[in-house]
């Protein structure tokens, strides 16, 4: 799937979407990619990887990352969602910027 969103986040920062969860594609474990900006300037572009795939330890970019609490802050657990009917997933990531003074 090649999928596209666009969200503004709340006044604290918080932000919520909904997609359906990554699966494998040849060369690359599953994953969500993000791309932060402010107005038309580029923050982070990072992405998040789905804790317990065993197909992260053979991606070239996740492998890349040698220190293990980098590992863990791109890894998200995909959990059931309490009281889904449908077998939906929930997954938290957090994701931090620091303040600039053009902020």
Do not use: W
């Amino acid at each position: 799937m090649q999928g596209f969103g666009r969200f503004l986040s709340g006044t604290t920062g918080e932000y919520y979407f909904r997609t359906i969860k990554p699966v494998p594609y040849p060369g690359r474990s599953p994953h969500i990619h993000f791309q932060i900006k402010k107005r038309e300037r580029e923050l982070l572009t990072t992405q998040c990887y789905v804790k317990g795939h065993p197909g992260n330890e053979k991606d070239g970019i996740y492998r890349s990352l040698r220190d293990p609490k980098q590992r863990d802050a791109l890894t998200v657990d995909f959990a059931p969602m309490k009281e889904s009917r449908v077998g939906e997933l929930t997954a938290k990531f957090d994701i931090v910027l620091g303040v600039t003074p053009e902020a």
